[in-house]
């Protein structure tokens, strides 16, 4: 069970979140889709984590075209997730636990079937002609500019009743809402004050540097790649990551706003913002700019990691750039989400790694400086779903099949129980389909399974909160010949070494006469020999030890 908050403010450095997905989660009325009330009957199982906080994706009212991420209202719950009662109650009862809640705020963008934008559509001459983004043709009827859409083809999607165009960075049903308004600022900074009225504890914000455009609505550049880029918007089959994104995104009126969002939550105690920033190369900049100075966001996550490099070198440039560029501001680091591969299809070259690799991978996270973000069913190792074309029902994947088969391979149900139905997920048809291979990994089948994924977490976690350093202790890199990643924290006098050898080959590590270690720690389900000054690593393995 979580323990309670570090400080009353900064719960949220060195916070472990726990990503909850509302309809793979657990269904209770047979639906096929899980539900809220399904939600709060699983929180024991995330508070046995000892996770601080559950990030809860989209329930809002919603036609559900990019799986809530259209919202139609952003005060009111789902049906298909319940009602706010069912909202009201999940929040208690995490709040008895001891866990945070933070939820998903989209409001980049909206569904076409919100009120706000039946009403913008209307005419020119309404209420809330300009809520949203238009513009009129170029003479021979093409788009105004040349912005694509993220989901495939052009950003740009033609209304006939206006005889305009409108602005959609997703799908078309997804209009962007013209943040140049301050009439649109204080919509959205209103919905952002009923979540926080309710008691929720923060808000995991969506595309946070998509919210102003270009005035003058200028071409995006072709992007010159980049090789040393960490960080990519988009995969390699999608045109969209063709283009330097300097026009349509991460504008400079950004961070006013972000400032205005800041000052409401300070209204408040002890809230917190994490946003997600994709950026391409320019990521790390926007992130600084964005948490810089406590004045803005608390802590924004990018993609750096969300590839699919797991080797040393990657690992240390990424945080070296962080701590370069972001002096003052605060990460989010994680491994998987709701939008890429899991993480342990990614980083495994076989099957027979995958629970070694799902072990390193939540070690490595544990030891680094920031906070980190945790996707529901990776405590379990769970692998990537392999789906036919007629299984999917991500948007995304449907459009760029078969070069990009989308996100819905790391959105099936979570898996309970092996003997029950679909896994104990639903007694009905689930919406996407329960793998035997995933079955077999379910929570009953690792439940105090000494050694299993699921012990490692809650031990990994356990070790993690009770050594103050790795919370929010500085961080230092070494450096040596092998392809070893190898770091210390430290805080208050007290320091740790960690040393991991992310190769799939035996290493002998030779300390700096320097770094001198008292004694080894156990490191849950690692056990590398250590002699004096030489430690000697196993394939995916880590070292951990008290320093002098």
Known sequence: ????????????????????????????????????????????????????????????????????YDVSDYC????????????????????????????????????????????SRSSRTNAKEDWYVWADPKPDGTAPNNWL????????????????????????????????????????????????DRGVDGFRLDTANYYFHDRNLRDNPPLVPDPDATSHDAPDVNPYGMQDHLYDKTQPENVAFLRRLRAMLDEYSARATVGEVGDGA??????????????????????DFLGPEFTARHIRRCVENFQAVVADGWVCWAFSNHDV???????????????????????????????????????LGLPEAELAFEELRDPYGIRFWPA???????????????????????????????????????????????????????????????????????????????????FTRDKNGERFLFVFNLTREPQEVRLPVDVIVQEALPIPGFAPPWLDDVIVLSALDVFCGRLR
């Not at 990503?19 to 508070?47: E, K």
């Not at 208690?92 to 866990?99: D, F, I, Y």
């Not at 291979?437 to 929570?443: D, M, S």
């Not at 890199?477 to 392809?483: R, V």
Request: hydrophobic share 40%; glycine share 8%; aromatic share 12%.
């Open 1 to 68: 069970m979580a323990i309670e908050a570090r400080s009353a403010d900064d719960w949220w450095r060195g916070a472990v979140i726990y990503q909850v997905y509302p309809r793979s989660f657990q269904d209770t009325d047979g639906d096929g889709i899980g539900d809220l009330r399904g939600v709060t009957g699983r929180l024991p199982h995330i508070a046995s984590l000892g996770v601080d906080a559950i990030w809860l994706s989209p329930f809002f009212r919603s036609p559900q075209a990019d799986m809530g």
């Open 76 to 119: 009111d719950v789902d049906p298909m997730f319940g009602t706010l009662a069912d909202f009201d109650a999940m929040l208690a009862e995490a709040h008895r636990l001891g866990l945070k809640v933070i939820i998903d705020q989209v409001i980049s963008h909206s569904s076409d079937r919100h009120p706000w934008f039946i009403e």
């Open 149 to 196: 859409s993220i989901f495939g083809g052009p950003a740009w999607e033609w209304d006939g009743v206006r005889r305009q165009y409108y602005l959609h960075h997703f799908l078309s049903s997804q209009p962007d809402l013209n943040f140049h308004n301050p009439e649109v600022q204080e919509a959205v900074l209103s919905t952002v004050r009923f979540w926080l």
């Open 282 to 303: 320019r990521s790390l900049r926007t992130v600084a700019a964005y948490t810089g100075g406590r004045d803005k966001l608390h802590m924004c996550y990018t993609f």
């Open 341 to 379: 591969i899991r993480h342990v299809s990614r980083f495994a070259r076989n099957e027979a790694e995958r629970e070694r690799v799902a072990k390193l991978a939540i070690s490595l996270l544990a030891a680094l400086r920031g906070s980190i973000c945790l996707y529901q069913g990776e405590e």
């Open 404 to 486: 990009f088969r989308g996100r819905d391979g790391c959105r099936t149900p979570m898996v309970w129980e092996q003997a029950l139905p679909n896994a104990g997920f639903s007694l009905g048809t689930p919406w996407l389909p329960v793998r035997d291979e995933q079955r077999l990994l379910a929570v009953d089948a690792q439940e105090g399974v000494p050694g299993s994924v699921l012990e490692h977490y809650r031990r990994t976690l356990a070790f993690r909160r009770a050594q103050e350093p790795l919370l929010d202790g500085d961080m230092a890199f070494l450096t040596f010949n092998q392809d070893i990643l190898s």
